[in-house]
């Protein structure tokens, strides 16, 4: 067995990556996921052989440019925690192919094969085999034929946040277009891989933003309402994971029209689950909280290009009240989510206009830099009530860093691609996670603790969420 504590040492870890390795250490949290899914283009290009040996390749220069893939963090349930760096990495070991039983999820519907996959792995941690393996791994749902392929990125919420995945899928496209153009046809030598003694590890989020603490918060949201936010905490945890897909005509009439009222999509979407879960809790229900993650890349002290391609944990949060009374319309037949959306933006705009005196805005998670031992606060959450009903994480739109040119004579193509993550012990009851593919489709898949919520709640929510976009289908 490896002995950890001989391993280079490479930093410590943050104060928000300090929070991932608690959770993992628990076993409230085990990690996150961003699959793609890739076509070969309907070229004359010849047909792909090696379809394994060509993804170790593209997989391996990823690896190489970006340490934080070999980093593995020591000590995570201590105060102390650092990221130590493997000497090497077995593709062989870390990435793994599955052949699909059935087609895949197309343009719209879903992909239950692909979300059963997805179940299992978010239910599967890194403490397997510690020392020896990094705390991601490659997840391959071949499609016969050989020319198709869904690839989830499966990894520690402290190595990379929602954005990471889509950074590791646009350098894994584009390593995949250069493998696919080589000359070379044996990718044999590619299988373990080495740190580039040229590549570092970021810094973390304390160090590349000042996480200002707002010293006059605004009022917490009205407490005298009685609110939903599923069962008490508790554990073990067993993650569930369902999800769709819009099509792409129904995506993009419904992004058009956000755009046309000026609200943000994840506004929108926060409204339309919002109204999904007060039509099918009880009437008794007035009010539900909703956490919106909010990327603080724009404000890190790095480049413009590499703060958008870095795979690490760069995030804040802010919350927002539904009250049934303004989400519901007294017409049952009308369903009116714009108020709730644009109560929505409202607040997203009031936490990125509320600047401190260095430009920034003030963050929720500039409160983990006073907490001596994480562990401590989140055992003893235990047993109590949760703080939240809902998440809506939305990390956008994937597009590839290609020229229209380029574009069109890529071998690859990225079709459907889907965030997802697991449930996380002391989070809210439902997370709900957006993510829009390179033809333009819109994916939601859902989260939750078993035991937490009843699987007919989620399967209600679902099915309301996605009746609301049957009007954009023409």
């Known amino acids: 067995m490896t002995d950890i504590h001989q391993l280079e040492k490479l930093r410590p870890l943050g104060a928000l990556e300090q929070v991932s390795a608690s959770c993992h250490h628990l076993g409230f949290f085990s990690n996150v996921g961003l699959s793609a899914q890739y076509k070969r283009s309907e070229s004359p290009s010849p047909a792909v052989t090696d379809l394994r040996g060509l993804i170790h390749a593209a997989a391996g220069d990823v690896v190489r440019k970006h340490r934080i893939l070999f980093a593995i963090p020591v000590n995570e349930g201590a105060p102390n925690p650092y990221f130590a760096c493997l000497p090497s990495i077995d593709l062989s070991r870390t990435i793994t192919f599955i052949n699909r039983s ?3 999820a197309g343009t719209e519907g ?3 094969e692909l979300d059963a996959v997805l179940e299992d792995q978010h239910n599967t941690d890194f403490k397997a085999d510690y020392g020896t393996l990094p705390f991601w791994r490659l997840v391959i749902l071949q499609s016969s034929g050989g020319n198709e392929f869904t690839a989830s990125f ?8 929602g954005v990471s995945g889509l950074a590791f899928h646009n350098a894994f496209r584009t390593a995949l277009e250069a493998a696919s153009a080589s000359s070379l046809p044996d990718y044999e030598t590619e299988n373990i891989i080495m740190p580039d003694g040229n590549t570092s590890v970021l810094p973390p989020l304390d160090e590349l933003h000042p996480l200002p603490i707002n010293p006059t918060p605004p009022p917490p949201p009205t407490t005298n309402l009685k609110e939903w936010t599923g069962s008490t905490i508790h554990v073990p945890c067993k993650s569930r994971w369902a999800s769709f897909y819009l099509s792409p005509s129904a995506s993009k009439a419904f992004v058009q029209e956000c755009k046309e009222r000026k609200l943000s999509v994840t506004s929108a979407l926060s409204s339309i689950i919002a109204t999904v879960l007060f039509r099918n809790l009880p009437s008794t229900v007035e009010a539900l909280t909703c956490i919106i993650p909010v990327s603080l890349r724009p404000w890190l002290k790095l480049s413009r290009e590499v703060a958008h391609n ?3 944990t760069y995030f804040d949060a802010t919350r927002v009240q539904f009250t049934r009374a303004d989400q519901t319309s007294r017409d049952s037949s009308v369903v009116d989510v714009w108020s709730g959306a644009q109560h929505v933006s409202n607040s997203i705009n009031d936490y990125l206009g509320n600047v401190s ?3 920034e805005p003030y963050t929720s998670v500039a409160v983990f830099n006073t907490i001596p031992d994480v562990s ?3 055992n003893s959450l235990l047993g109590k009530p949760r703080d939240a009903a809902f998440e809506v994480t939305n990390v956008g739109l994937f597009s590839p860093a290609t020229t229209s040119q380029t574009a069109e004579d890529a071998r690859w193509q990225v079709g459907n691609v ?5 449930s996380a012990v002391p989070g809210a009851a439902v997370t709900a996670s957006v993510v829009t ?10 989260s939750w603790q078993e035991g937490v919520v009843e699987n007919g709640l989620i399967d209600n929510v679902r099915q309301g969420v996605r009746k609301y976009f049957e009007k954009y289908q023409y």
């Open 102 to 104: 059935q087609p895949s």
């Open 437 to 446: 593919g390179g033809n333009g489709v819109m994916a939601l898949g859902f």
């Open 310 to 312: 870095a795979i690490g």
């Open 154 to 161: 499966i990894y520690h919420h402290a190595i990379g946040d």
């Open 418 to 422: 889907l965030l997802s993550r697991s």
């Open 110 to 112: 879903d992909d239950k």
């Open 357 to 359: 005196p260095s430009g």
């Open 376 to 378: 401590v606060v989140f």
